[in-house]
């Protein structure tokens, strides 16, 4: 029988205090990037909310995004799953194997019909009406069919899922595609990531959790407030990139000072993600903190791109001509985008200040 107690119910039965619950509140806001009037509001929607069901699948994938989510911060993997959402169904976190397990998805799916969120990760290979992948004896595209009939929304976690990811990449030997070219009649936020930055798992599902639909999302269905900005846009090496000072080789001057790695493959200008903002390891590096360009893992078709080490442009460094060149049609596209977006939101401030 499903849990009808109430988040607020069941932190005090924990013994959570009320200082604890509103700094819980104030951190969820600030993670996506809320003014500090909406915490009111979060409370408020939080305390009243019940544990929805969430159904975790697993297809063409490494298992990376489920460690990723493992080792979230903000909030805390064991308190989605005890306290925020009921984790159902999912291979690697649940105790339940074989038919056990299968029955666990059908008695989630037939109870919360309609209303559970259904998570994906990894691509869905259709070539040979999907045999190269199954579960219990189902392809992975009928099952992905079978459970979204009764999701009220889909997340697709990782860039597999998102977008096809390695296992679609040339020559695609499995047809491999990611979950929006297969459904079609649901929401669909793309969480995307090589794999997804932990916090941006949880934060999106604090999000549905708190005001019941999913983020404002951009063209490419992922959350806007962790991938409107591109890895550039918010890097601290950008201020080198502006003086035109960049590392030649991994361990010249230029790298041990810090300068800017958009010579050595750096694909931060034409990648939109938190990763320079929200960090890894509980908030302690990122990449390119760690000296290593950006690979572009958030954005579509990224393993066919190019090298990794492969400069964007061989042109003047701050050339938008050059990076578009050297980048191809889709990241002229995104950087269109961008500069669009900038615009609108220039003119919004502009008729504000009126």
């Given at each position: 029988m499903r849990d009808a107690k109430t988040l607020a119910e069941r932190l005090r039965e924990r013994?959570?205090?009320?200082?604890?619950?509103?700094?819980?509140?104030?951190?969820?806001?600030?993670?996506?990037?809320?003014?500090?009037?909406?915490?009111?509001?979060?409370?408020?929607?939080?305390?009243?909310?019940?544990?929805p069901s969430v159904i975790w699948l697993s297809f063409q994938e490494c298992t990376g995004c489920t460690e990723s989510l493992t080792r979230s911060h903000a909030p805390t993997v064991e308190g989605l799953i005890f306290d925020h959402i009921s984790l159902d169904y999912h291979h690697t976190l649940q105790a339940a194997a074989g038919d056990a397990a299968?029955?666990?998805r059908e008695a989630a799916m037939k109870e919360n019909w309609g209303k559970y969120l259904l998570v994906v990760d990894g691509s869905i290979p259709l070539k040979d009406?999907?045999?190269?992948?199954?579960?219990?004896?189902?392809?992975n595209l009928a099952m992905l069919k079978a459970v979204a009939a009764g999701a009220a929304a889909i997340i697709?976690?990782?860039?597999?899922?998102a977008f096809g990811g390695l296992p679609m990449a040339n020559p695609n030997p499995t047809g491999a595609a990611p979950v929006s070219a297969?459904?079609?009649?649901?929401?669909?936020?793309?969480?995307?990531?090589?794999?997804?930055?932990?916090?941006?798992i949880t934060g999106v599902l604090a999000h549905f959790l708190t005001f019941g639909r999913l983020p404002e999302l951009d063209t490419l269905g992922r959350p806007k407030v962790f991938f409107g900005n591109s890895i550039h846009d918010r890097c601290y090496r950008r201020a080198f990139y502006e003086r035109g000072q960049f590392a030649e080789t991994f361990d010249d001057e230029g790298a041990r000072k810090g300068w800017c790695l958009f010579k050595?493959?750096?694909?931060?200008?034409?990648?939109?993600?938190?990763?320079?903002?929200?960090?890894w390891n509980d908030g302690t590096s990122?990449?390119?903190?760690?000296?290593?360009?950006?690979?572009?893992?958030s954005e579509p078709s990224f393993w066919d791109k190019g090298g990794f080490y492969q400069a964007l442009s061989k042109g003047t460094y701050g050339s938008a001509e050059g990076i578009a060149l050297a980048a191809?049609?889709?990241?002229?596209?995104?950087?269109?985008?961008a500069l669009g977006a900038r615009s609108r939101q220039a003119e919004a401030d502009s008729k504000e200040e009126k």
């Open positions: 013994g959570i205090s009320r200082r604890g619950f509103m700094k819980f509140c104030a951190a969820t806001a600030s993670m996506m990037a809320l003014p500090p009037l909406m915490i009111p509001r979060i409370a408020a929607a939080l305390e009243q909310a019940r544990r299968e029955q666990a009406d999907g045999i190269y992948s199954t579960i219990a004896g189902q392809t697709s976690v990782g860039t597999c899922a297969i459904i079609s009649d649901k929401p669909i936020v793309n969480v995307s990531g090589c794999p997804p930055i932990p916090i941006v050595l493959g750096c694909k931060g200008p034409i990648t939109y993600n938190a990763c320079a903002t929200a960090k990122f990449p390119i903190e760690a000296g290593h360009g950006c690979i572009g893992c191809g049609v889709g990241a002229a596209v995104g950087v269109a985008a």
